[in-house]
Nanobody, 125 residues
Framework: QVHVVESGGGLVQAGGSLRIACTAS????????MGWFRQTPWQEREFVAA????????YYGDMVKGRFTISRDGAENTVYLQMNSLNPEDTAVYYC??????????????????WGRGTQVTVSS
C-alpha cells in the first residue's frame, strides 16, 4: 500500500520562505511523478507544481511561477517545494500527490493515484 506523507508546513510572515517535503512510499523500485496542489475552504483544489518521475521536467501554476521551486531526491519518491516571497494569498492546505501510472497530465488532479493528507501553510501579513 502506498503512503504519501507531507511535512514542513507552518506559519511564516509575508515575504518569507518555507520548504515543504513529501515522500511516497510503498512501491519499492517504482518511480512516480509527483505534484503539489493547494486548497482553501473557499476555493477548489489548485495546481501548484509538479515534477516528472525522472526530474527532467517541472511545471508550475501561474500564481507561483518565479517564486516556488519543486525538486526531487534522485533516488527516492521524495519531493520538495521551496516557497519564496510568500504572501497571504498562498495560505492554504498543501497536498502532495503521486502518479505511478500514466502517462499523467501532471497539472490535473485526476492524473494522480495517491494523495497525502495535507500540510497547512499560513502566511501572515
Amino acid at each position: 500500500q502506498v503512503h504519501v506523507v507531507e511535512s514542513g508546513g507552518g506559519l511564516v510572515q509575508a515575504g518569507g520562505s518555507l520548504r515543504i517535503a513529501c515522500t511516497a512510499s510503498g512501491r519499492p523500485g517504482s518511480r512516480a511523478a509527483m505534484g503539489w496542489f493547494r486548497q482553501t475552504p473557499w476555493q477548489e483544489r489548485e495546481f501548484v507544481a509538479a515534477i516528472t518521475w525522472s526530474g527532467d521536467k517541472t511545471y508550475y501554476g501561474d500564481m507561483v511561477k518565479g517564486r516556488f521551486t519543486i525538486s526531487r531526491d534522485g533516488a527516492e519518491n521524495t519531493v520538495y517545494l521551496q516557497m519564496n516571497s510568500l504572501n497571504p494569498e498562498d495560505t492554504a492546505v498543501y497536498y502532495c500527490a503521486a502518479a505511478f501510472f500514466g502517462p499523467p497530465v501532471l497539472t490535473r488532479a485526476q492524473s494522480y493515484d495517491y494523495w497525502g493528507r495535507g500540510t497547512q501553510v499560513t502566511v501572515s501579513s
